[in-house]
């Protein structure tokens, strides 16, 4: 792999680094507010922040481009959890409908002879 390619991605210790910051101040983690001086303010500390991660080593970024990592792990947080709820919930439909067909101990039959068991293993 060329180091070249990996030069934009973050190191293990500046998103440590980014969490950190953003547990401390969830305000920054949230987004932009509408008032102008705390967009001023928000924008300072992303500066701030930027400054402290690229002195971290590993990738240099403008604090536009910080906001823009933490945007992308929001969203790939979110697709995730999204994933493992359909996940699960498929899960619990797919073992629901399984109890719910579950051949009795004395196959019944249908009016055609052929016993619900058969009908089932057939679908």
């Known amino acids: 792999m060329n180091t070249s390619e990996r030069a934009s991605h973050p190191s293990r210790a500046q998103i ?4 950190e910051y953003l547990q ?5 983690a949230k987004g932009f507010s509408k008032v102008p001086s705390a967009r001023d303010a928000t ?7 930027a400054l402290q991660l690229n002195s971290l080593g590993g990738c240099v970024k403008t604090s536009k481009q910080w906001i823009k990592v ?5 969203c790939l947080k979110q697709k995730t959890i999204t994933f493992t709820e359909a ?7 797919q073992s629901f409908l399984l109890g719910a067909i579950q051949p009795s101990r004395s196959p ?3 009016n055609s002879g052929t016993s619900i ?3 089932v293993s057939i679908l």
């Open 24 to 28: 401390r101040n969830p305000s920054l």
């Open 16 to 19: 440590e680094s980014l969490l």
């Open 87 to 93: 996940l699960r919930a498929h899960c619990q439909i």
């Open 117 to 119: 068991s058969t009908a």
């Open 70 to 74: 933490w945007k992308l792990m929001l």
């Open 108 to 110: 019944k039959t249908t």
């Open 43 to 49: 924008r300072r500390s992303w500066e701030a922040l």
